[in-house]
């Protein structure tokens, strides 16, 4: 085992437990300054939804890539426990019958299954607003600019350009298969844009110039498809009790993906190309990187 991958395991264990705690701080029963009450049912609902472990990998990318520059760390640990708000509020409208209609996450009941729908869509509603509260409150140590600037930069990630219209061609998938350019799109919106603009995040809570900020968010896109691609692969092999959902959902569906269009052969061949790619945009930075570039092979490599 390389030193590198050891420390990125390390490190994405300890991420993880400090997202964990500060999510279990923001999410109690105290209500904050102009919120009236929290609602019993829903508070349970949001708490399900998030505290229920998970890799925490989008904040790890938040913490480490700012950590690489230099920047805050305490901004970087809100920031990244933000975005991963915004990402489980998307897991839990995601799960709706409406939608992916999902009993299982990550090896629990869906929160529409534990709850019901209208509290699950409640949820997921608190904690969108929830992830910009944490960038906007005082508590989290940036300067105005860049505090304007990550919410910008997520709503674009997360809206219709972003997370959201990529589930609506997702959608519309089922119903008529796109082409590999529609493929490509479909799950650079739905999946990447979050990667990216996790990467993204931390050279804006660093204060970097244009140039780093683009690296880093292209890092992040070659991060995004291989975490699509890899997904797409485990969703053909992988059982549902590994993955801790259902698999095989897009097939059964007739969804249109990579792997389905081009074979397994051809899509691990891209995963290594898409490595090769993410540590080549981080060499600048040598060791500093290492951590980060061990994530990139984590997420082209993951069994779950």
């Known amino acids: 085992m390389k030193p590198e991958t050891t420390l990125f395991e390390h490190a994405l264990r300890e991420n993880a437990q400090q997202v964990e705690n500060l999510l279990d701080g923001v999410l109690s029963p105290t209500h904050r300054s102009d919120e009236i009450t929290r609602p019993d049912n829903l508070l349970a609902a949001m708490r399900h939804g998030v505290l229920n472990g998970g890799k925490r990998l989008r904040p790890f990318l938040v913490i480490e890539s700012s950590k690489m520059l230099g920047g805050d760390a305490v901004a970087a640990l809100r920031v990244g426990s933000a975005l991963e708000c915004l990402h489980c509020y ?76 990529g589930q609506a061609f997702d959608l519309a998938a089922e119903k008529q298969a796109p082409d590999e350019q529609g493929i490509i799109t479909l799950q650079a919106m739905k999946t990447g844009a979050l990667l990216r603009f996790a990467c993204e995040a931390g ?74 790619e993410a540590s080549e945009l981080l060499e600048p930075y040598g060791e500093r990187a290492g951590v980060l570039v061990a994530a990139a092979r984590f997420i082209a490599e993951r069994k779950s």
């Open 90 to 165: 998307s897991l839990v409208h995601d799960d709706l019958p409406a939608m992916d209609d999902d009993d299982l996450r990550r090896g629990q009941p869906t929160v529409h299954r534990k709850f019901d729908e209208a509290t699950a869509i409640l949820a997921g509603d608190s904690l969108l607003t929830m992830a910009f509260d944490i960038i906007a409150d005082p508590d989290t140590p940036l300067p105005d600019a860049s505090k304007t600037a990550l919410v910008l930069a997520l709503a674009r990630a997360a809206g219709i350009g972003g997370m959201a219209g």
């Open 203 to 276: 050279a804006i809570i660093a204060g970097a110039d244009a140039e780093t900020r683009l690296r880093l968010r292209t890092f992040g896109e070659r991060v995004g498809l291989a975490f699509q691609l890899a997904d797409d692969l485990l969703d053909l092999t992988a059982d549902a009790a590994t993955m801790g959902k259902a698999t095989g959902k897009d097939a059964a569906r007739g969804k249109g993906t990579l792997v389905a269009l081009r074979g397994q052969p051809w899509a691990e061949q891209r995963l290594s190309e898409l490595v090769a």
